[in-house]
């Protein structure tokens, strides 16, 4: 073999673990490098310590918002969960030639602005807001509700609405690759709806269940804008420290150690639902 081809496998390999490197992995490791450095005046401290983690660990405001925000998401994530399940049976039970029209309809959200997606959403919470206006209209309160908008209420409803279709398309593609004879034998031994769904399509739905509720939780644990635009006072959550640390306090040290604190929360949520489906499959 001449060495032209040899040379070129070798560029595209290198090009393959390269380029994850340079822009994954090497932006990673920097923040995990600088949240062991301190700021003093102003100035960066290249000295190494643990002040940035002991700092949150011994801060009861840091724990509180923490623990609220890890709350909050696994919530969103329950809820989404569930309700990904329903909408993603609903259109795997369909006929062939409406799901894919019914797939986006769902998922076509995610191709909206995520800034136009809060602001619509404002638009129905808010005291003059679509919903206040409908439940006046039909005589259930008698002045607007202000708790729909800048409470931790507003956000866990914003939450589940915006990262409502992440749920949705694993679950269903899981669905979607149930072999149809499955479905066929079980009709044909006489298998009621009942028995289907507990023992093939929940079984076999479950990995595209466990990547959706891993989505959401990462994702809205991670979120700091829909809580800073529709939580007020009340949407303190972890994601603004890291994002407050990094763009008002200009504190690089400690919003990056929040920022590794983050990314490890989502990595143990991403390893428990690897070891769950481990389980699963081996059972």
């Known amino acids: ?10 560029a595209w390999h290198g090009l ?7 822009f994954v992995l090497a932006p990673i490791l920097s923040f995990v490098l600088i949240s062991f450095w301190t700021l003093d005046n102003g100035h960066i401290v290249t000295q190494f310590t643990l002040g940035n983690y002991l700092a949150f660990l011994g801060d009861d405001s840091y724990l509180s918002v923490y623990g609220g925000t890890v709350l909050l998401s696994l919530e969103v994530t329950v809820v989404n969960t569930v309700l990904a399940s329903f ?3 609903f259109i795997f039970r369909r006929a062939a030639r409406v ?40 005589g259930l309160t008698g002045q607007p509700i202000e708790a729909l908008l800048f409470s931790r209420t ?21 669905l979607d690759r149930i072999p149809p004879n499955y479905l066929a034998a079980s009709a044909d031994l006489g298998g009621r709806t009942r028995d289907e769904l507990l023992h093939i399509v929940a079984p076999l739905a479950m990995p595209g269940i466990v990547v959706a509720g891993v989505f959401t939780f990462v994702l809205t644990f991670g979120d700091f ?3 800073q635009m529709v939580g007020g006072t009340e949407g303190f959550t ?13 504190n690089w040290p400690l919003g990056s ?16 639902a690897g070891l769950f489906l481990r389980k699963e499959h081996v059972r």
């Open 154 to 174: 507003a956000i866990f409803l914003t939450l589940a609405i915006v990262y409502l279709p992440y749920a949705i398309l694993p679950i269903y593609l899981a």
């Open 238 to 250: 972890f994601g603004r420290i890291v994002f407050s640390q990094f763009g008002l306090a200009l």
């Open 225 to 227: 804008v829909t809580p």
């Open 99 to 138: 799901r894919f029209l019914l797939l986006m309809a769902f998922v076509l959200p995610l191709f909206m602005s995520y800034i136009i997606k809060i602001y619509s959403i404002r638009g129905i919470l808010g005291q003059r807001g679509l919903l206040n206006e409908g439940l006046m209209a039909i």
């Open 257 to 272: 150690a929040f920022a590794v604190i983050l990314l490890g929360t989502a990595l143990a949520a991403v390893a428990i």
């Open 16 to 22: 393959n673990l390269g380029l994850p490197l340079l």
């Open 87 to 89: 909408v993603a049976l």
């Open 1 to 10: 073999m001449s060495a032209r081809p040899l040379l070129l496998k070798a």
